[in-house]
RNA sequence: GGCCCGGUGGUCAAGAGGCCUAAGACACCGCCCUUUCACGGCGGUAACACGAGUUCGAAUCUCGUCCGGGUCACCA
């Protein structure tokens, strides 16, 4: 036995497996050629961040266009941060977003797939017959310092100005032999294992992101922790066991993780893994007192996805924004297919954006707009409900009292060429269909300026009599039209513009009062539509209700 | 501070040495259309961070400065 065997029998003594078992276990996935496999690793720490659902979209774009694997894995490695149903909060909130997932945990509870677990927690073992196998190859070693002393180390590192860490000379037990370690276990006293990194400062490594492309960095010659105290892995060590076992192509993460390439990237070689391609996707951020930052979970509601629902948000319209920000050919592809399923978008990792973009609330309720306009009535109807049944109740009382009234109030000049833009979140819909549902009606009858009241009750008064309740637009509109010379109004709106002095005012006007009188409001969607799904009794009631404030 | 990454209108961005008098989208403004609003159409305001250099020619290449971001844990 060699000395270093020796270390790593005493080190871990309860692991009889090698890696070549674990190799055989998981094989080579058989996936046609250029699929690529990517995945989300999220740690179970509280509810599902805008960032990881960003990343998550990334990854799932690309392995859909590439006909690849997309997996979820749970990285809680940090039991002292985890937080109870955390996983799913996380998984459950990306299958509300739409995001579909090939393999590993699907919900809170169930995983599926053959490269599992996907849990790491439940690794233990794997990790730690890898950390064996580098122990006999001297490539890793126990450290038992101390959180104080590792700060006292610091400390003098950063009064001298040098680069602080447990690298070279400062790796105090980098050399440390069998026997010193087996005094200090013997002792009780907990240990870490760290990696004996054969690398130097002064060298430089290069690597090709796929998103930021070439990047050039000195090589790692830290001697990090693969393994903490308690067995569990550090993220760096986990990252390149279960990437390289469950064959990931892809890993696209945030980019506060570029600075671990290095490091990454070591290790796959001493593990004498093939790396995965890199790719590091820039952080949404916001403006905040004219600084543009990352967003904060701390600082920012919009950083916890729920935020959205709770707006009233659709999870496809964000789904939509976000794609928007990640591909900038993204926008063009949808005006040219603006009713294709986004999985059918080429997504190319090139066309992402190098540097981080601002989340941005106006373009996010413009796309929300569009997606909604397209809808069909009734899947609105049933879009609005869900979100009006967990956030307004109330709401979905009146909305749910009388189905096919509602599901008529949303058709309004829905499903033709141009469809109205008036909803970008289910909030909106409480106002926009106020004038529906009497227990929110709330008419303010205050007529534009330039119309006289007694001109007003006139025409009510007469419109009131050769109102047909079953009348077409034109119809309808001719209607109004017809009442108009008897009051002195014009018929033709060119005629007036033309001399405003000979009339009291246009048939414009006039619909005005009308519409006022209906709905309560000046501003509305087609009126003639408005008062067939009223009905006759309600408009004419309304009609008498105006006159008489008249 | 060291090491990385980035910097084109208010925002997102196209842009690979001459096609740039710098596209498009959102926001904003105006006009038109119009029964209101919206939609739509037309138009408008508004940008290559700064300074050197390379070159006949620079938003694009190089260097420096400045600014912004990230990272330097037994967290991920």
Redesign the pocket.
Known sequence: MTRQEEMAALLLPQIDKTPAYYESLYPARQLKEGAQVTRI???P?GYLHLGTLFSALVNRITATATGGVFFTRI????K??EVEGGIADIIEGLSRFGITIDEGFVNGTTQIGDYGPYQ?SHRAEIYQTYVKELIRQGLAYP?????EE?DAV?QEQEAA?I????HGKWAKHRDITPEEARTEIAAGK???IRLRSPGSEEN?IRFD?VI???????END?D??LL???G?????F?HAIDDHLMHTTHVLR???????VPKHLQLFRLLGFKPPKYG?I??L?K?DNG????I?KRKDPEAAVHFFAEEGYDPDSVIEYLM??AA??F??WR?ANPTADRKTFPFKL???????????E??L???S??EI?KMSADTVYEKLTAWAKEFDPGFFEILTENPAYTTAALAI?RGNA?????IARWSDAKDYLAYFFASLYVPDHTLPETVHPEDAKAFLQAYREVYVETDD?QQ??ER?KALCPALGFAAD??AYKADPSAFRG???????V??IAVTGR???????SIMQVLGRAECLRRINEMMNSL
Request: proline fraction near 6%; hydrophobic fraction near 25%.
């Open positions: 690793a999220p740690s720490t990285e809680d490695t940090d002292k941060r790491q450290c038992f310092c101390t959180a590792l610091r100005q680069r602080t860490g447990y907990p240990f870490v430089r992101d930021k492309g070439t990047i050039e960095m000195p830290e990090f922790v903490k105290s308690d569990i892995p550090t993220y760096h986990a945030g980019d506060e993780w570029i600075s671990s590091h820039s952080p951020m403006l600084a543009k930052r990352k904060s928007t920000v900038s050919d926008e063009d005006r090139k066309k992402m954006s190098v540097s981080g973009a601002l989340y941005d106006n373009k309720i413009d796309v707009k569009i306009s000049d141009k469809p109205r833009k008036d637009r309808w509109f109004i709106t060119k246009s048939v414009g006007d006039l619909s005005t009308l519409r000046r501003n509305t969607p087609d009126l003639c």
